[in-house]
């Protein structure tokens, strides 16, 4: 089968054309072993593009730990290149775990994908017990109040006076496992420049530090303004780049827009 090695603002993928076999059963001891940086590909997650009957294709999603996710907001962004150079449209439609979602070309190498609306109640997220997901009444060394939003997978989101000196690999991988959250969770770390622009830190479940996060990036942005901290549309620099986010007013919907590279093609062996 042939993959394909890209990265959306330096998250990085090995995507994995399994459409000619309708499906690609994969454990996840193989999933890690095709993530591991030293002795496979080397990735942050490892996606599979299916057969749709409803879509252009289905995207399937595993992190470098071998765990089954929902979503990837920037491995959206690269199956749909894909998707679009191959059949020279503008527009794909990819079904996922989470949902459809529907990408569109931005520009060369930039696509925006419709993330859809964002999950806010509870028990959506979700929280092992009722509270206002605007601000949690949860505390850790010192941060406190984080927004939480579910955009396919579930996300909380700290404010930070100094990113650069937030403890992000000590304190992610604490919140991720916290009790509260019963499946575990992505932890942002944002840092509100402007009321136009977020420096944005995740810890992603399953993964650890990312260079960046699509959902990561949505979730920011809805958890920001409801706390009154910027607008709808806010650019989000992360350590891999940058992206735009807008979480239009009118439909509730949630618009990412970024670039995407290539890096190599290749053939993996027969199993």
């Given amino acids: 089968m042939r993959y394909f090695k890209m990265n959306g603002c330096g998250n990085d993928f090995v995507i994995i054309d399994a459409r000619s076999r309708g499906a690609l059963p994969l454990s996840q001891n193989q999933a890690r072993a095709i993530a591991d940086r030293e002795t496979g590909l080397g990735c942050d997650q490892v996606i599979a593009i ?15 730990s071998g765990g089954e996710v929902d979503a990837c907001g920037n491995a959206t962004r690269c ?4 998707l679009m150079e191959e059949g020279g449209a503008a527009s794909r439609r990819i079904e996922t775990p989470a949902g459809m979602l529907y990408a569109e070309r931005a520009g ?17 997220i979700p ?12 505390e850790i060394e010192g941060l406190q ?14 404010f930070v006076d100094d990113i650069e000196a937030t403890p992000v690999t000590v304190l992610g991988p604490k919140v991720e496992h916290d009790p509260l959250f019963p499946e575990r969770v992505n932890v942002g770390f944002a840092q509100v420049l402007s009321p136009e622009k977020i420096r944005l830190r995740v810890w992603e479940r399953g993964t ?25 549309n806010v650019e989000i620099v992360a350590d891999g780049g940058s992206l735009q986010i807008e979480w239009r007013a009118g439909d509730d919907r949630v618009l990412m827009t970024g670039p995407i590279e290539l890096e190599a093609t290749g053939e993996l062996p027969a199993a």
């Fill in 127 to 138: 929280i092992g017990r009722a509270m206002d997901t605007t601000r949690l009444d949860f």
């Fill in 50 to 64: 299916e057969r749709s009957i409803r879509g252009d294709a289905f995207m399937r999603i595993w992190n470098s």
């Fill in 79 to 82: 199956v749909a290149w894909l």
């Fill in 208 to 232: 650890g530090l990312t260079k960046a996060c699509g959902t990561g990036a949505c979730a920011a942005v809805v958890a920001a303004h409801r706390q009154g901290r910027t607008g709808r």
């Fill in 108 to 124: 060369e190498r930039v696509i925006t994908v419709d993330m859809g609306s964002p999950l806010l109640r509870w028990e959506e």
């Fill in 145 to 158: 109040g984080p927004g939480a939003v579910n955009m396919g997978n579930p996300h909380a989101v700290f």
